[in-house]
Every structure is written in C-alpha cells, then in structure tokens.
C-alpha cells in the first residue's frame, strides 16, 4: 500500500467523500496527534494528515533504541 501525507485534515476528507459508497475504506481519527487518516482498499492507498517528519523522528528514535 503507498502512503500518501497531506497537509490537512481537509485534504483527507476530499478523498474520502470521492470513494465514499465506490469504494471500501477505513477512517481513523487521532485525537493525540490531531490527525485523519483514510485506508482505502480499492485505490490501495493511505492516506493522512500525520506529519511525515514527526514520524520519522520516533521512527529513527525507536531504531537507535533497539
């Protein structure tokens, strides 16, 4: 699946009203991170507002403490 990030959470909800009743999809919402993100299985892609450098920080983080 490719990961898309997007600016805002407006951004996400465009994308999910366009596969909305077309297509299967899962929504999430992070109340911790503020943060939408839509799985749409049929264009095989996620989707979300979650900062794509706030990610790889605690993703670098996480592997320099294993």
Do not use: W
Request: aromatic letters at 10%; one cysteine or more; hydrophobic letters at 35%.
């Amino acid at each position: 699946m490719k990961i898309i990030f997007l600016p805002n959470q407006n951004s996400v909800k465009k994308f999910i009203k366009e596969c909305e009743g077309k297509h299967v999809q899962q929504i999430a919402y992070s109340s911790y991170h503020d943060a939408l993100t839509q799985i749409c299985f049929n264009c095989n892609v996620v989707r979300t507002s979650l900062d794509r450098f706030e990610i790889a920080d605690k993703i670098k983080s996480k592997e320099a403490g294993a």
